[in-house]
């Protein structure tokens, strides 16, 4: 195996429980040099020399770099001869079927082509065998995507006219696939934004959880128990034909989008939970990430806010693509969307922070709680303007 002979290796993820860790790796001649804050995570062009190789990458001049603020898959950027791709490892604890994946990809790749040919759809590049996915023994699955020139993505939402633009690209996104056979989709993850299960799994949390941590967390426990309406709702919309099963992103929050350098938005990315669901999902995902000029990590409550004219802005964008793909039903719950994801995600949180941070990790002590509590001041923010915003949608 050959590893290359110069070049920068940085990694600042951290694994599952563990604290930061900053890596950088010098190769020289060969041999790996670490300078290291904490030791716990080591990702060398050596651990990822079989995956580049499987792609034909020399490792000359290679350069591989950690990028990205996902919370699930690790993600590098890789500059070789010139050319620059996102390189992600796949967390195999939360999609359990990478091919799954893969499958989904394909499908929507041959049907965007066909029907709407113009599409920036950023599809995995194969590999040398032609395969979508590569295997590396004992580390797992890996896929390469082209770099989108010219783009970049955002943390925040600082102008309504992001929000518009993020807004259309989720909704042209499933525009373009309305007449897809959304049941030929397979599902990368069961029941992902299943409000009943999460909230099965939030009182499952509640009786075998961390118990020191539950009685810390008393005041955030009751304030979710107290909005067990928001469940019940989501279970009677779901029930009801008018609320329709489409191709559905499911993790709409801003820095999944690709804007060019005049900010107009690109292309959606991360696609790994595209699977059937409600528009709910992803309207309610942009409430959650777009209205707030501040994100989820924010510890100083005080400046969560909700924006009017961003939500408006949100609104737009999205009803500039799906306006006449909504039904009347639907349109009546553009609001609920808000309340179900932002809720949805709080769940999540302390149910994690319960668990003692099995799924999203912390980097600090108490970071689930403390993101807990940011989207229950989120949640509380848009339901105090529930008036003025259903207002809105006039049209
Ligand atoms: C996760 O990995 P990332 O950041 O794209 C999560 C989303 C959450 C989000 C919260 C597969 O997304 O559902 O909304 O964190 N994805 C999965 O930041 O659980
Ligand atoms: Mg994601």
Known sequence: MDVPQTGICTDQRLLTGERPSF???????GEPFFFTKHVYVLTTFS???PVIEAYGFTADGISIESFGTGLINRTWKVVSAGKEYILQKINQRVFT??????HNHQLIAAYLKEHAPGYL????LPTLNGEA????????YYRLFPFVGGSHSKEVVTTPGEAFEAARQFGQFTRLLSGFDVTSLKTTIPSFHDLSLRYRQFLD???NGNKTRMAEAKE?????????GIVEQYERLIHNPDFKRRVTHHDTKISNVLFNSQNKGLCVIDLDTVMPGYFISDVGDMMRT???PVNEEEKEFSRIEVRDDFYKALVEGYYSEMQSELTATEKRHFFFAGQFMIYMQALRFLTDHLNDDAYYGARYEGHNLVRAKNQLVLLQRLLEKKEILQQVISF
């Open 97 to 102: 079927q990478p091919h799954n994946i893969a």
């Open 205 to 207: 949390a509640l009786a």
């Open 220 to 228: 955030e426990v009751d304030g979710l128990l107290a909005q067990k």
């Open 121 to 124: 759809f950023v599809a995995p």
């Open 23 to 29: 890596v950088l790796a010098l190769l020289k001649n």
């Open 47 to 49: 651990a990822l020399a």
């Open 290 to 292: 777009y209205l707030s």
């Open 133 to 140: 996915l590569v295997y590396h023994e004992g580390e797992g």
